[in-house]
């Protein structure tokens, strides 16, 4: 029968604990969360700062939609503003909005190297733990992609001398997703120059966060292409590419997702600006303090209850289990106790290292995470 390998490998995704499910969400901050009726703490949000729940008032734009691609009619007014105001901001020539970080991150390695001739003499070395839409990005472009160990610059450099190829970018992430450590930046900053290599790093989870100003992993380091997304601390949607004019053109030129998407919508474009003023000013200092208060408090609770939570000073901490099947068994247990958190499984991580992942926000309190530690401390 055509197509029975659905079913066949639906039910190997269930019998290995693998499978995956979406849940209705029927009220969600950055601390608390309602699924199926059912009230719990919420620690998988990555509403880092809190800002989610906070109104926002718009003074122009009332148009949902942008209605075509930013090369037709959907590049307006309320788009450039934030394009121009993260220029100024994180110090770039030029910007490009996508409507999400997936699309940024994948569709800018294809757009690169999308000249045959080109990338036969191009390469891109990808830290081995990247996100997803960055491997799959290097895999559908024409340039080789070579990978290195985490966050091992010594096997990076390695790569670097045997290589032959005449563009060379090199790709980490700010903040990794899944273990919650930070990239060595100003250490790849430096590999880059020496092997005359470009460096581009996707700051999911460092903007808005990290550095004096919130302006991320990237506040004082300049790479040459630099993501940033909006639905993390910035409690928005949509992502921005940041690099000089003539990237940014050949972009315009040659980066498919953006020609042939309909533009970011005005009234998101208007919100997310108005959220990133909120993050550089007296709001923003404070609630990244009382994050910060929040992970040396989680930190602290964890070591004296013996937990081993990976060695991560960012919002996302890690406690790998191993097995997937009972990764889910103490979510499962946890959820019994009304506390929300993931249990993340291959092929989002490695075989052998599934973990929950807790995301601590500013919107938790010292009661809420009491409440968490007693409740992994049962559930372990």
């Known amino acids: 029968m055509a197509f029975s390998y659905l079913q066949a490998h639906l039910q190997t995704r269930r019998e290995d604990a693998l499978l995956r499910q979406r849940h209705l969400i029927t009220h969600a901050t950055a601390r608390e969360i309602t699924v199926a009726g059912k009230h719990y703490l919420n620690f998988a949000s990555n509403d880092y700062l809190g800002f989610a729940e906070q109104p926002s008032s718009l003074l122009h734009t009332q148009a949902l939609g942008s209605h075509s691609s930013p090369l037709v009619t959907g590049y307006q007014q309320s788009q450039h503003q934030l394009e121009r105001y993260l220029c100024e901001q994180l110090g770039y020539q030029s910007a490009l909005l996508f409507n999400s970080g997936f699309s940024a991150n994948s569709s800018v390695l294809k757009a690169l190297f999308q000249d045959k001739a080109t990338a036969q003499n191009s390469a891109i070395f990808q830290d081995k733990l990247n996100h997803a839409s960055l491997i799959d990005g290097a895999l559908h472009s024409q340039a080789a992609m070579v990978r290195f160990s985490h966050n091992d610059t010594r096997h990076l450099t390695s790569r670097l001398e045997k290589s032959t190829a005449k563009n060379k970018l090199i790709i980490s992430e700010g903040v990794f997703s899944m273990d919650g450590d930070h990239a060595p930046i100003a250490t790849l900053r430096d590999i880059a120059n020496s092997y005359n290599a470009w460096l581009m790093i996707d700051d999911a989870h460092g903007f808005g966060v990290l550095g004096e100003n919130g302006l991320g992993s990237c506040e004082q380091i300049k790479p040459e292409l630099l993501v940033i997304t909006f639905g993390k601390a910035v ?20 980066n498919r997702d953006y ?46 209850h013996s937990l081993a939570v990976m060695p991560s000073t960012s919002a996302i901490q890690p406690i790998v289990l191993g097995c997937a099947e009972h990764t889910l068994a103490v979510a499962n247990t946890l959820k019994e106790a009304g506390i929300w958190l993931t249990a993340i499984r291959p092929p989002t ?13 500013a919107a938790h309190t010292k009661a809420d995470i009491e409440c968490l530690l007693a409740a992994l401390v049962n559930a372990l």
């Open 235 to 254: 409690a928005s949607s949509g992502a921005c590419v940041l690099a000089s004019k003539e990237v940014i053109d050949y972009l315009l030129q040659f």
């Open 349 to 361: 991580v490695p075989f052998n290292t599934s973990r929950l992942r807790i995301t601590l926000t």
């Open 259 to 304: 020609i042939y998407s309909t533009g970011m919508s005005p009234l998101v474009a208007e919100l997310t600006l108005t959220r990133l003023q909120q993050i550089r000013s007296e709001t923003g200092s404070q609630k990244r303090q009382q994050l910060a208060d929040n992970i040396s408090y989680f930190k602290l609770l964890a070591t004296q």
